[in-house]
């Protein structure tokens, strides 16, 4: 009787019905508001009709120990209830049928893609959720030294400063073993941080000497110095001085 039920709901539903009576487990009646949720799985009674297709009024559809805003029946590593958030369908893993899954799509331009704008806690349709003037693309949501589309360059998340639980932040990283890590190389080395080589000249990053002082780009960054300046300080010393040249001993006196 409740399988008859609902089946007559999803009938009415789908006539363009703004409310639908559904029956609950128990067989009781239920008037069910498409803009409510009547099962508190996070989803509303219109998307679970209209969209999803899972019961409004059971929090687990298929009872298989999953809620339903947690389900991605479209397997595109975006749950049902991110595909509400983003707009988007939960059973089309390419909603706008572009040949871009969904969780790749940047629909706000903003530089995320839709998977890391909720790894790093933004709206995937407002380019500038906190409304400071800045894309959500270069804010630095872990505040790892790294900004959200840097971390979805390096394939690392936006949302964690240590993606990996090694003890060494995302942006201290150096995820192509050139002995340059990932912050260096995209703020200060402007070399690429997923390739050791980026000019395919032979030679790891970290061995360049792109100011030609002298001075490779790992030590540039080892001694805090600018890898594209010969004289980072504007001392007139060339950085390779400053760092070969140690510092004078402390001089003592001793008083008679």
């Known amino acids: 009787m409740t399988s008859r039920r609902w089946k007559a709901a999803r009938a009415l539903a789908g006539s363009g019905a703004l409310v639908a009576s559904?029956?609950?487990?128990g067989g009781a009646q239920a008037t069910t508001t498409t803009t409510n949720d009547n099962d508190h799985d996070g989803l509303t009674n219109r998307f679970e009709i209209y969209r999803s297709h899972t019961n409004p009024n059971r929090a687990d559809t298929d009872r298989d120990g999953l809620s339903d805003a947690k389900e991605n029946p479209d397997h595109d590593r975006l749950s049902n209830l991110r595909e509400q958030k983003a707009h988007l369908n939960p059973l089309r893993a390419d909603s706008d049928g572009d040949g871009k899954p969904d969780w790749a799509e940047?629909?706000?331009?903003d530089g995320l893609n839709t998977l890391n704008e909720f790894r790093a806690h933004e709206?995937?349709?407002?380019?500038?959720?906190?409304n400071d003037g800045t894309l959500d693309g270069r804010e630095d949501s872990d505040a790892d030294g790294l900004t959200n589309h840097q971390e979805q360059v390096v394939a690392t998340n936006p949302g964690d400063a240590d993606t990996d639980n090694d003890g060494t932040?995302?942006?201290?990283e150096d995820k192509d073993h050139d002995g340059l890590s990932n912050e260096f190389e995209f703020d200060d080395s402007h070399t690429s941080p997923t390739d050791a080589d980026s000019?395919?000249?032979?030679?790891?990053d970290g061995d360049e000497d792109d100011d030609?002082?002298?001075v490779s780009n790992e030590v540039e960054e080892d001694h805090g110095t600018d890898p594209e300046d010969a004289d980072s300080d504007n001392d007139g010393t060339s950085d390779l001085d400053e760092i070969e040249t140690p510092p004078?001993?402390?001089?003592?006196?001793?008083?008679?």
């Open 22 to 25: 559904l029956a609950l487990a």
């Open 106 to 109: 940047d629909n706000d331009h």
């Open 123 to 130: 709206n995937p349709l407002d380019a500038d959720t906190d």
């Open 169 to 172: 932040t995302d942006g201290a």
């Open 199 to 204: 000019d395919n000249d032979g030679k790891n």
């Open 212 to 214: 030609g002082d002298g």
């Open 248 to 256: 004078p001993a402390a001089m003592t006196f001793h008083i008679a």
